[in-house]
């Protein structure tokens, strides 16, 4: 009897320790306001809508000490629509982040439904990820440097910090029965953060994007429909891969900072057929090279204000020219407190060309529906809360 009582005493004080050397955080942010939409479809639009600045989410962080410099580590995190209280990412359950790994003194180790280099080294310059949103993203997130996709089945490796540089690796599995390539993602990327100079460089290669990657938000995917909804490159969903080279740099003085980002995402091996996926029937390859210059003010601790220019260039298409995006964002934020914002959110766009569809190019801001005529402008009033 005393053993067993001596046995249990021990086990308790055990897992005492074990609970002391282990953290699980809750988080998250609310992000809901009203945008006025000069020209969605062919009508104004005005909408309530949640997650245009930031997406909102809610989520469990947690690491476990286990020794040497050792830890293991998870992330889970939700995303959702406030004013209506569905899941976002296609009804996904952690459809934002998943993943469990060991971080040591050697870097990080993780595995699960992860973000890719593109996101983890573009968006801390993007104006869309910093203070503009979704609104002043480029068009359609072409290039995902505002996080609009995420990568299945990864394999993620990433450095410590030697004196502010940082590099990183992503590998997700296709996981298709006898061709080891098909659906097979992964990305390469590497920074240097300063006390006020940030630049980096990243690289993404995805085999069949259309199910791979813009397919993967969805709870079930159905063969031969195009998940990749924007104009700017639904027509390009037959391709074998898509590819994109990002590389950008920014630099505080004072209380601005200047940002620069170039992007050009390249899909290869168009099927030449005429379907759903391909209505132009394009065949070979179709480049996208995207400009961004952004600028913020920091005018107080608690104000601030940005502006953004924003230039896309899309290669000839079925021989004739391809699309071009001219965009212009604005906005101006000003925190209650460190975890309370009210924004206002300005972006005008004008499109000429020819759009990937084949069809004469109509402006489409990032998620909001794409204009019935080359221009469109939109003006978001919003509340984002962090806990």
């Known amino acids: 009897m005393k053993k067993s009582i001596l046995s249990i005493a021990t086990l308790g004080a055990l897992c005492g320790v074990a609970h002391a050397q282990s953290s699980v955080t809750l988080y998250g942010l609310i992000d809901e306001g009203l945008t006025f939409t000069s020209n ?10 949640s997650g245009e600045l930031h997406g909102s989410r809610w989520g469990l962080r947690g690491a476990e000490d286990l020794g040497g410099g050792m830890k293991a580590i998870f992330t889970l995190e939700n995303g959702f629509d406030l004013g209506t209280g569905k899941a976002g990412q296609g009804g996904l359950e952690w459809g934002r982040q998943a993943f469990v790994g060991l971080s040591s003194p050697w870097g990080t180790l993780t595995f699960g439904r992860q973000y890719d280099s593109v996101v983890d080294y573009m968006t801390p310059i993007s104006s869309g990820s910093l203070w503009g ?3 002043t993203s480029h068009p359609g997130d072409l290039d995902n ?3 609009t996709q995420r990568t299945n089945n990864a394999i993620k490796y990433k450095s410590l910090s030697y004196s502010g540089f940082t590099f990183e690796g992503v590998y997700s599995l296709g996981g298709v029965a006898g061709d080891f390539t098909q659906n097979q993602i992964f990305s ?3 920074g240097y953060v300063g006390a006020a100079l940030n630049l980096a460089v990243a690289y993404l290669n995805i085999r069949n994007p259309n199910a791979s990657f813009y397919g993967n938000s969805v709870a079930t995917l159905t063969a031969g429909v195009d998940n990749e909804t924007s104009p700017v490159y639904s027509g390009f969903a037959s391709a074998h891969t898509q590819q994109i080279i990002a590389a950008a740099g920014a630099y505080t003085f004072g209380s601005a900072t200047l940002g620069m980002l170039y992007t050009n995402t390249k899909y290869g091996s168009l099927s030449g ?6 209505p132009a029937g394009l065949s070979g390859s179709v480049s996208l090279n995207d400009f961004e210059v952004n600028f913020r003010y920091m005018f107080t601790p608690a104000a601030y204000a940005g502006v ?3 230039y896309t260039d899309a290669s000839s298409i079925a021989g004739k020219s391809g699309a071009k995006y001219n965009q212009v964002g604005l906005a101006g934020h ?5 975890r309370t914002d009210l924004y206002i959110i ?3 766009q004008k499109a000429s060309g020819t759009q990937s569809n084949g069809k004469t190019a109509v402006a489409s801001i990032t998620t909001l529906t794409p204009s019935a005529t080359d221009h469109q402008g939109a003006v978001r009033i919003g509340i984002c809360h962090t806990f």
């Open 40 to 49: 969605a479809g062919g009508h104004q639009q005005y909408a309530m809508s």
């Open 133 to 135: 949103g979704y609104l």
């Open 145 to 147: 440097t505002i996080n």
């Open 188 to 190: 390469l990327g590497a």
């Open 273 to 278: 057929i005429t379907n759903t996926l391909n």
């Open 308 to 310: 953004t220019y924003n």
């Open 334 to 338: 000003y925190l209650l407190s460190k």
């Open 346 to 348: 300005g972006v005008y």
